[in-house]
């Protein structure tokens, strides 16, 4: 069962650090790079991007994405894993960071061993969204078409093993129905599929969904235990029938395991400070529909562990492998 307990839920900002005025002093010594590793124009693309040029500001230094992408994300987070631990590279991580050790065991790194958590930045509830063109009005019309076609219903995700194909999987277990799962290889691929009606359903967060959401997609359902305040009229997976189906998508930002403390201190604290700018708020808030957490690294840290551990089960229950 997934339960709201694991997902942070408390939109306050950890408190600024003295950090960002003090120490690291020869920190930053040149450009900053924020790993993507995912496509540019999925979410992970755009909040990296979203957040550059106010870190740049408040750190007197360039910072710089890139997007590495491949393997589930997995090929540009294995390069801040061994990156030089100096304060230079930093990841950017989303919900399948989580995923990642129980669907390939061989790595090469270790999810949790191989970085220093910095700060979950935000969360948000996927929407189970349907082209315009087709018939769909509710969940409840969903779950009816694939009790009367079993395996005929699509639905898209950014990849196997992602958060929208775990929970989708949860809820087909719960709801006793089976739909045909089209991965794509990141949030901007599923969306323009999605809105071209290549499949009968996309299941992403509102940052994930390319602004398409009200334009050529319908939500159809949330997946948060509560309902979003971007979407209040929009039911729940539990309120539309499927009980014990909670889960939200996340985004976090991780550093190399041994990045000097001091370092952190103050990447953390430009975070804090970043986070609580207005104009960057209602880009995220309102532009993008997610909720801004901002906690610190030791909440991150233990929300990571609880992630790993409940889709992890759900990844051995169900034998799902990386394709």
Known sequence: MISRRTVLAAPMLAPASPALAQGASAWPNGPIRIMAPFPPGGSVDTFARLLAPTLQTLLGAPVVVENRTGAGGTLGTAAV???A????????????HAT????TPDLGFDPRRDFAPVMLLATAPMLLTTPNDRPFRSLGDVIA??????EAVTYGTIGIGSLAHLTMEVLQGRA???LVHVPYRGGSPLATAAAAGEIDLAIASPIGLGGQVGVRLRPLAQSGAVRTGALPDLPTFIEAGVAGVAANAFWGVLGPAAVPGSILARFHAALVEGLREPGLRRRLIEGQGVDVVGSTPEEFGAFLDAQIELWGNVIREAGIRAG
Do not use: H, I, K, Y
Request: glycine share 8%.
């Open 176 to 178: 006793g129905v089976r």
């Open 145 to 150: 078409a694939a009790r009367a076609r079993p």
């Open 100 to 103: 990642m050790r129980a669907l």
């Open 85 to 96: 631990p100096d304060g230079q590279s930093w990841l950017l991580c989303f919900d399948t």
């Open 81 to 83: 894993a061994r990156a």
